[in-house]
């Protein structure tokens, strides 16, 4: 089946600081998601996003789907960041993969 | 909000027992999907149910079983519980399968 890779799996940042989430997938997929796992368990959607770009605030994301790959941009980074970013494909079946999530820490 | 609604939010079983755990999906949404996710791991996919039909399964034990129900709201069973069991337990659902799928707040089961 596909796999899904996140990368960093930690991340510790600076409040007000940027960063980066990557989320590579082993097969073409049909649909993409990412979502926020808060501290108190909540999945929150932040894009469905299979292929382009799209923006929400200080959150974007990027799917360049033929090279397999997605991005989710976090610019000037708030404490309410805080959390478990996971990325999840589904490739034509009906069941979404999930990665394994990017854990990620603002500090104040 | 989503619109996912999940009962019970918390729940404490012994060894052996039995529980339901339940799931009213969004209005309008067809497809119904659950996920478990143990301490610190990842989301498992279980099941997904499609107005009222399965369309998929993943790695669920056959202790556990599910259903969706013609109203549409979904029922996961889990029978003769273990410790191992323990985990967040997550109802989501679509309007049909390639969307966007939008999840409840979990059940937190704990097996003692």
């Known amino acids: 089946g596909i796999q899904v890779e996140q990368s960093p799996p930690d991340l510790i940042l600076q409040e007000g600081a940027n960063s980066t989430l990557r989320c590579n997938f082993s097969?073409?997929?049909?649909?993409l998601q990412w979502f926020h796992q808060n501290p108190w368990g909540q999945l929150i959607n932040l894009f469905y996003?299979?292929?382009g770009t799209k923006q929400n605030g200080r959150l974007s994301a990027t799917t360049v789907a033929t090279e397999r790959y997605s991005l989710l941009y976090i610019s000037s980074s708030q404490t309410t960041d805080s959390g478990v970013y996971f990325c999840a494909v589904s490739s034509g079946t009906y069941k979404y993969i999930f990665g394994t999530g990017t854990r990620l820490k603002v500090l104040a | 909000d989503s619109g996912v609604t999940q009962t019970p939010k918390h729940l404490i079983t012994a060894t052996g027992q039995r529980v339901t755990l339940r799931c009213s999906p969004r209005?309008?949404?067809?497809?119904v999907y659950w996920y478990q996710q143990s301490l610190d791991q990842g989301l498992q996919f279980l099941i997904q149910?499609?107005?009222?039909?399965?369309?998929a399964k993943g790695n669920i034990l056959e202790r556990f079983s599910a259903q969706q129900f013609p109203d549409l709201h979904s029922e996961l069973n889990l029978s003769s519980l273990e410790l191992g069991d323990s985990a967040l337990y997550f109802c989501?659902?679509?309007?049909?399968?390639?969307?966007?799928?939008?999840f409840g707040e979990g059940s937190w089961l704990t097996v003692v």
């Open positions: 209005s309008g949404d067809l497809s």
């Open positions: 097969d073409s997929v049909n649909n």
């Open positions: 989501a659902s679509s309007v049909g399968y390639g969307n966007t799928i939008y």
């Open positions: 996003i299979p292929s």
């Open positions: 149910y499609y107005n009222g039909e399965e369309r």
